[in-house]
């Protein structure tokens, strides 16, 4: 069964600052590995999306990787700002659309 | 309205109510799933829908009760909850996974999510 795990599972950095959002998976039999941000009380956005057969994933301040063989993903942040404040959620995607969230990391730029 | 919508946003209700929130997907998807949000835990999937078939059903009580009427909708129909189902319900839609590379590229859309309140 996958379990997917997200350290830490909050985090505060002061503005510009660069983030680490780390998220590792335990079986490594799945077609992507994806990163969604949750604003409070709110539904998920989808950020990335990294296939099986890729390594990284760009947009914008926004890089996420992959390695498989290892069971992880990271997420980096480029000079955080206010705005990025939200938990951020990763997902493993296996067969049969099931996708396993990890706890997610909360995370707060401080102006 | 585009996207995934989800009403009521917010729901309260006593243990011997019984509502249904509610879906509706504008994304032309033929998928759809219910997930449930609780505090400190990871987001748990309760119900996927494929083409209008319940395809999955994760252990769920049956006091919650799902129910597909076209590739558009989904409904999760609530009776004698308890306190302990007090969460944020989040439904989503995507593609069917037919093939490897659908698979392999596509991702879930969420809806906004219903706030239960079991009292």
């Known amino acids: 069964k996958q379990e997917v795990t997200q350290i830490p599972a909050a985090l505060s950095v002061p503005e510009g600052e660069n983030l680490v959002l780390n998220c590792s998976f335990t079986?490594?039999?799945?077609?992507?590995l994806q990163w969604f941000r949750q604003d409070p009380g709110k539904g998920l956005t989808s950020l990335l999306l990294?296939?099986?057969?890729?390594r990284e994933q760009t947009s914008g301040r926004l890089n996420a990787s992959l390695d498989k063989s290892s069971g992880r993903s990271t997420l980096y942040i480029a000079a955080s700002q206010p705005g990025d404040s939200a938990t951020y959620l990763c997902?493993?995607?296996?067969?049969?659309?099931?996708?396993?969230f990890g706890g997610g990391t909360r995370v707060l730029v401080k102006p | 309205e585009t996207g995934v919508t989800q009403t009521p946003r917010h729901l309260v209700m006593g243990m011997t109510n019984k509502k249904s929130l509610k879906c509706e997907q504008h994304?032309?998807?033929?998928?759809m799933y219910w997930y449930k949000q609780s505090a400190k835990k990871p987001l748990e999937l309760m119900f996927v829908?494929?083409?209008?078939?319940?395809?999955e059903n994760n252990s769920v009580p049956s006091r919650f009760s799902p129910e597909c009427p076209n590739s558009s909708h989904l409904f999760l129909h609530l009776h004698t909850l308890q306190p302990e189902d007090s969460a944020l319900y989040l439904c989503?839609?995507?593609?069917?996974?037919?093939?490897?590379?659908?698979?392999?590229?596509?991702?879930?859309?969420f809806g906004p999510g219903t706030r239960l309140t079991v009292l």
């Open positions: 997902a493993a995607k296996a067969a049969g659309n099931k996708l396993t």
């Open positions: 990294i296939q099986s057969s890729q």
């Open positions: 989503a839609s995507s593609r069917l996974s037919g093939s490897p590379e659908i698979a392999s590229t596509d991702t879930q859309y």
């Open positions: 829908y494929s083409l209008e078939e319940r395809v």
């Open positions: 994304l032309g998807h033929n998928a």
């Open positions: 079986d490594s039999a799945i077609y992507n």
